[in-house]
């Protein structure tokens, strides 16, 4: 007989759940190791943005006189050369093994010789390459008795002429980037508390404190409540780990885009509790239908299979054909909506309409589910034994 109103029913447990999760050295740590992975995926991307498109080159003999020729090259293609004078080349050569230099130079302009250690960037190749190559036209052009500053500024001002039909977007890779962190937090966090639904389920049922609990609340008050709270507490860690990064990647300078972000977290919260409500219920009622641990994974694998390839193709579309028209339709799909639509929305290749109407569908998806799933629940949690068949569950 019931003796507290639904809603506060529901409440309760959600809020039993949020309090016992939350203390627990699981989630404590859980979510410490995925902020130090990200904060250390974070700043090893700030070393590559530091150290990318920068050469240092150790220059000996005649090929001091350069220098200035380099850098002026370098700037001209945005690579950073940064020159030092070596007088000994045996203390170059001992440089360029310990990797203090990219690349030592000797013999002349003309005449370039490199050592590296084992492979020349094709950027400084090409660099050094047009260097020499000048020098050489230089030469020529004196030997002619013509001006080479003349000649080449001539040359320079001959350029193609580019029209866009499309004008291309400058923040279009840091907006992937953003778009497919998004899309991997949110399947790590559905599949993680999802489990953890349907774990939470088979231990009430196998110790049989479901038995106490449903002589006070309903059958769906008791999966509702479970749903919310876990829902909650994959939200919080999202939010932990994800405003972490945020704060991160804008301090060290590897993310500019602050407003997407910002964006595409709040979008990621939204379709975080959508995929969760979607996903939950379902990893609940699987979960009412055996009485062991050890059976969970049986189970919840088709699940989980649906969820880990639909994903995997995702990923894969989002990354390689963002607007291409199979990304398009998966991110429509209910069962992938929720993470691949926020993916689109960051990497900004999905228009108004379809974002209104993923939404639409999800939403409708998350009431035939957990219709079905309550059903199942109801029908199952009070049976023990050996596991029940989803055809008998669903007749009741």
Known sequence: ?????????????????????????????????????????VLLQSTLISNEDKSKVGLTGQTAGIAQQLKTAGEAIGEK????????????????????????????????????????????RSLLNGVSQQEVLNGILSEAQKSPDEVMRTVHQTQVEVDSIKPPDPEKSQRMVIGLIVAV???????????????????????RVVEIL?????????????????????????????????????????????GVATSALLWGVLWYLLGFLLYATVYG?????????????????????????????????LAQAPEGTGTKVLSLVPLLSPVLMPARIAAG?????????????TVGAIALFTWLGARIYQNSVLRVGSRIKLSEALKG
Request: glycine share 10%.
């Open 1 to 41: 007989m019931n003796t507290v109103s639904s809603w506060r029913a529901v409440w309760l447990i959600a809020k039993r759940e949020l309090n016992t999760r939350l203390r627990t050295r699981s989630f404590v740590v859980g979510t410490a190791v995925l902020l130090v992975m990200l904060m250390g995926y």
């Open 81 to 124: 050369i940064e020159t030092v004078t070596v007088a000994d080349p045996a203390q170059g050569r001992s440089q360029v093994e310990n990797g203090d230099l990219d690349a030592l130079l000797s013999g002349n302009a003309t005449e370039l010789k490199v050592l590296v250690k084992s492979d020349l960037d094709t950027k400084l």
């Open 185 to 207: 937090l949110l399947y790590m966090s559905i599949v993680t508390y999802g489990t953890l639904v349907a774990q939470g389920v088979v231990e009430e049922k196998s110790s």
């Open 214 to 258: 449903l002589s006070t609340v309903r059958p769906w008050h008791l999966l509702l409540g479970k749903v919310i709270g876990l829902g909650l507490v994959g939200l919080t860690q999202l939010v932990i780990i994800g405003g972490a990064g945020f704060v991160v990647a804008s301090a060290t300078d590897v993310l500019t885009l602050s």
């Open 285 to 317: 009622a699987m979960g009412s239908l055996v009485s062991r641990q050890e059976d969970t994974q049986s189970v919840i694998g088709p699940v989980n299979i649906v969820l880990i390839l639909g994903f995997v193709v995702g990923f894969n579309l």
């Open 349 to 361: 290749t999905v228009e108004t309409w379809e974002i209104a109407l993923s939404l639409g569908l």
